[in-house]
């Protein structure tokens, strides 16, 4: 069965940090670029920092700097590190792996929940 299960969210004050982990089946973690998206109420889904199979990483531009993208590749783990954090960084943060090049359609966690406080 093939899932996506994050777990690190949580409430923390502005300036704050907290670190989000994926842990993905090994079918799609090896062939995928693994991203970390954020839902705010009201709002859309917006990309917030990607890591291909290679390392390569890139981020929404208004959290470069204090987030960072990592993976293990032995623990099948993808990594969201935030530092500095703002309220408006409050969101749904939601794990994905872009399987749609090696098994035609992409997959996502059940989400997680971050709230700062000002």
């Known amino acids: 069965q093939v899932q996506l299960v994050e777990s690190g969210g949580g409430l923390v004050q502005a300036g704050g940090s907290l670190r989000l982990s994926c842990v993905a089946s090994?079918?799609?973690?090896?062939?995928?670029?693994m991203g970390w998206y954020r839902q705010a109420p009201g709002k859309q889904r917006e990309l917030v920092a990607v890591?291909?199979?290679?390392?390569?990483?890139n981020y929404k531009d208004s959290v470069k700097g204090r987030f960072t993208i990592s993976r293990d590749d032995a623990k099948n783990t993808v990594y969201l590190q935030m530092n500095m954090l703002k309220p408006e960084d409050t969101a749904v943060y939601y794990c994905?792996?872009?399987?749609?090049?090696?098994?035609?359609?992409?997959?996502w966690g059940q989400g997680t929940q971050v709230t700062v406080s000002s």
């Open positions: 994905n792996a872009d399987s749609k090049v090696v098994l035609g359609r992409s997959y």
């Open positions: 890591i291909t199979t290679g390392g390569i990483t």
């Open positions: 090994v079918i799609i973690f090896n062939v995928s670029p």
